[in-house]
């Protein structure tokens, strides 16, 4: 999507046939939350891709290890991503093949396997979050320290207030 069809058509007739009453009202919230989405979703595939040489799929596994302590079980890996269970083994596979990620038995539960953070993929997910996220700033730029610190309270007020999705893994096994 270009920018300047954006802000030039879509956007502003998006609110004069909401203005007008002609889309559901919840609609003011969920359309434009799906363009920033959207937007922030090609920026960050295109950095990381560029800057790292990691797919989307691959960051949201080291952001994952990252955010909980260095190491998940596969399946719990699998409940906080949207891939497949053979996509996560073939995500798996990758970052381990680059030294990203390894696997070493639970201690508490011998017949699981832990996926945990290499020092090397702590260093890239660190380094590479840290990057792009100082390229995000110039998305919000256009708010206020106020605005910004009320969007972020309101952003986890909605995020708590989701419907909790059910396991992907009823049946799945933790020992890929």
């Not at 046939?17 to 363009?35: D, R």
């Not at 700033?137 to 708590?160: I, V």
Request: proline share 4%; glycine share 2%; hydrophobic share 35%.
């Amino acid at each position: 999507m270009k920018t300047d069809i954006a802000t030039n058509h879509l956007i502003p007739n998006f609110y004069k046939k909401m203005e007008l009453g002609y889309l559901p009202e919840i609609f003011q919230f969920t359309f434009p939350i799906m363009l920033i989405d959207k937007t922030l979703f090609a920026h960050s595939e295109n950095f990381f891709k560029e800057k790292y040489d990691l797919l989307k799929s691959e960051v949201d596994v080291l952001a994952s290890l990252y955010t909980n302590d260095n190491q998940l079980t596969p399946t719990q890996l699998y409940d906080l991503t949207i891939f497949s269970s053979g996509g996560m083994t073939k995500v798996l596979k990758r970052l381990q093949e680059r030294g990203y990620i390894e696997r070493k038995p639970d201690t508490k539960d011998k017949r699981c396997m832990l996926v945990c953070l290499t020092a090397s993929g702590e260093e890239v997910i660190k380094c590479s979050l840290f990057k792009v996220s100082k390229e995000y700033e110039n998305y919000f730029d256009n708010l206020t320290a106020k605005e910004k610190k009320e969007f972020s309270r309101l952003l986890q007020k909605l995020l708590y207030a989701l419907p909790k999705p059910e396991s992907k893994t009823t049946n799945a096994s933790s020992n890929e």
